[in-house]
């Protein structure tokens, strides 16, 4: 029986242990200058993602079906990111993603296939469980890059999408919470008469307090070498009404070129889209930078322009890539959770382990 449920044994699945640089040695399989790099043949095909849970692991080993018997990167990419947009169980992304602050779940994503450097997105996207399957379409059927809000979803609609809402029990709760707990000049949560007076008297909703920025990015090379990526999201938690972030933004949440590699984004949108992050980290990658290394410039990047106007303000994004070669890399600003990423190739489902760089304050 594995540890953690998912029929792949702990040890196996980490085989880059935290706190350890990345492509560290773990587990005595790859020695410490490769920075992230898949032995030689078995670079080709890959397929990473940024999520790393239970359903992430599931979202790879299908997607990996894909590729492994001669398929796409990009219907890979699509198969792995609609696994984990349908899950309702993950709030940060598809169905049962947190939503907005009138408790409506608003979808980004994108999509971008190195092959034909064409690429699709949708944003505040509702009622639909798969963005990236309207992205792709979006893609390849319209003449346009982006569709936004009621546009979306007519185009959606078009093409037989079902509607649902995307609110789940767990995602609605979490929405009330915030909405009472959120601030004491407005008249949600219990009378004020009777907020926390001592006794037994009526309290604000219990629970956890959630927020978050929550994405996935899903990165692809076939066997033929072309590469595609997915970027696909409920976008920051709580967010104004038609606020959109950086998933659905081409160069910012994802970037994909067939002759470099593929970058992805999650985090705080704003400063990913300020940064065209994603589009930087596969210039770095062009200019031969590794997928690790090329994250970790990308926060640097980042950090430093903002520590240029605020010394205070770390931002949270993190990085992925990977390259044609099928190296991958990950980085993430330190305190900010793991930098870690899923990936799949022939060697089997693994966890690799990047860097975190600069300190959150706080
Ligand atoms: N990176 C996701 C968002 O900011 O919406």
Redesign the pocket.
């Known amino acids: 029986m594995s540890s953690n449920g998912s029929g792949l044994d702990r040890r196996e699945f980490f085989r880059h242990s935290v706190g350890m640089g990345a492509g560290a040695l773990a587990l005595g399989r790859l020695p410490a200058d490769l920075g992230g790099r898949v032995r030689g043949a078995h670079g080709v095909p890959l397929i990473i993602t940024s999520h790393t849970n239970e359903t992430g692991q599931n979202a790879m080993r299908e997607a990996w079906e894909i590729l492994d018997s001669g398929g796409s990167a990009l219907d890979a990419v699509e198969k792995g990111a609609n696994v984990i947009e349908v899950d309702p169980e993950d709030s940060s992304v598809g169905y049962g993603g947190l939503p907005n602050e009138d408790g409506v779940v608003q979808l980004?994503a994108s999509i971008m296939d190195g092959r034909t450097y064409n690429a699709g997105s949708v944003a505040s996207l509702e009622n639909i469980k798969t963005p990236a399957s309207v992205a792709r379409l979006v893609m390849e059927r319209t003449d346009h890059v982006m569709l936004v809000g009621k546009g979306a979803l007519d185009f959606a609609r078009s093409f037989g999408f079902e509607e649902n809402n995307l609110l789940t029990a767990k995602s609605r709760e979490a929405w009330l919470r915030w909405r009472e707990r959120r601030g004491e000049s407005d008249d949600w949560g219990p009378p004020d008469h009777l907020r926390d007076r001592g006794g037994n008297q009526t309290g604000f909703l219990d629970g956890p307090d959630e927020f978050h920025?929550g994405?996935t990015n899903v990165l692809a090379v076939d066997e033929n070498g072309d590469i595609a990526g997915i970027t696909t999201?409920s976008?920051?938690s709580w967010k104004i009404n038609g606020r959109i972030?950086?998933?659905p933004v081409i160069g910012a949440?994802l970037y994909v070129d067939n002759e470099v590699g593929a970058a992805g984004?999650?985090?705080?949108?704003e400063d990913?889209i300020k940064s065209c992050a994603s589009y930087y980290i596969v210039m770095r990658m062009r200019d031969g930078r590794s997928p690790q290394q090329a994250c970790e410039d990308a926060l640097e990047m980042i950090v430093n322009k903002y520590r240029a106007i605020s010394n205070d303000f770390i931002p949270s994004e993190k990085f992925v890539a990977i390259n044609k070669d099928g190296e991958y890399g990950c980085a993430r600003m330190r305190g900010r959770g793991a930098a870690r990423i899923t990936f799949r190739n022939e060697d089997g489902l693994e966890a690799y382990e990047g860097t975190q760089r600069y300190q959150v304050s706080g």
């Open positions: 980004d920025y994405t999201t976008g920051l972030g950086d998933s949440g984004a999650t985090g705080r949108g990913v």
